[in-house]
T-cell receptor, first 109, second 112 residues
Framework: AQRVTQPEKLLSVFKGAPVELKCNYS??????LFWYVQYSRQRLQLLLRHISRESIKGFTADLNKGETSFHLKKPFAQEEDSAMYYC???????????FGKGTHLIIQP | SQTIHQWPATLVQPVGSPLSLECTVEGTSNPNLYWYRQAAGRGLQLLFY??????ISSEVPQNLSASRPQDRQFILSSKKLLLSDSGFYLC???????????FGSGTRLTVV
């Protein structure tokens, strides 16, 4: 069965510091991975997906099949990055998503 | 435009009472629909999904059931709530055969 692990429940960094949110997965097929973000009082929304190889709001994530990881990175954190971040793997029933437990990112001024 | 509505936003129910959470989608047809739950200290877990009217599949056994009486309506129900049913419930939709998911605003359910 597929599994997504986000080892950090809470991550606190100072503004301007680099950020790395860890995500590891377990999946027997070819994975399709996503990062979702939920800002305070807002809906869960897509941040980026590995197939697009894009950079959104300064965040990037590279799929490492050898390490089965999809860590989210940003070189310089901003206060508006404070939010809950969820790593997700596509592969549930009818292509539903399997989510990690989420990491609460707090950017301190 | 495509939107998803989920209500109520918060709900406090006594143990043993029934439950009905509703989710409706606008601006699309024949979407895949999903119910997720996040219990305290746990990740979002897929509970049910539906690929069409009357077609419901369950990912995990539980005290809950789902129904899709109309193409763009997805209902999560329980006949008798348990304390363990407390959590945050999210409805989501995805175009059939396509990538991309849109999530509702969620319902915070507290069973007391």
């Amino acid at each position: 069965a597929q599994r997504v692990t986000q080892p950090e429940k809470l991550l606190s960094v100072f503004k301007g510091a680099p950020v790395e949110l860890k995500c590891n997965y377990s999946y027997s097929g070819s994975p399709e991975l996503f990062w979702y973000v939920q800002y305070s009082r807002q809906r869960l929304q897509l941040l980026l997906r590995h197939i697009s190889r894009e950079s959104i709001k300064g965040f990037t994530a590279d799929l490492n099949k050898g390490e089965t990881s999809f860590h989210l990175k940003k070189p310089f954190a901003q206060e508006e990055d404070s939010a809950m971040y969820y790593c997700a793997l596509r592969g549930g029933g009818a292509d539903g998503l399997t989510f990690g437990k989420g990491t609460h990112l707090i950017i301190q001024p | 435009s495509q939107t998803i509505h989920q209500w109520p936003a918060t709900l406090v129910q006594p143990v043993g009472s029934p439950l009905s959470l509703e989710c409706t989608v606008e601006g699309t047809s024949n979407p895949n629909l999903y119910w997720y739950r996040q219990a305290a200290g746990r990740g979002l877990q897929l509970l049910f999904y539906s690929v069409g009217i009357g077609q419901i599949s369950s990912e995990v056994p539980q005290n809950l059931s789902a129904s899709r009486p109309q193409d763009r309506q997805f209902i999560l129900s329980s006949k008798k709530l348990l304390l363990s049913d407390s959590g945050f419930y999210l409805c989501a939709w995805s175009p059939t055969g396509q990538r991309g998911y849109t999530f509702g605003s969620g319902t915070r359910l507290t069973v007391v």
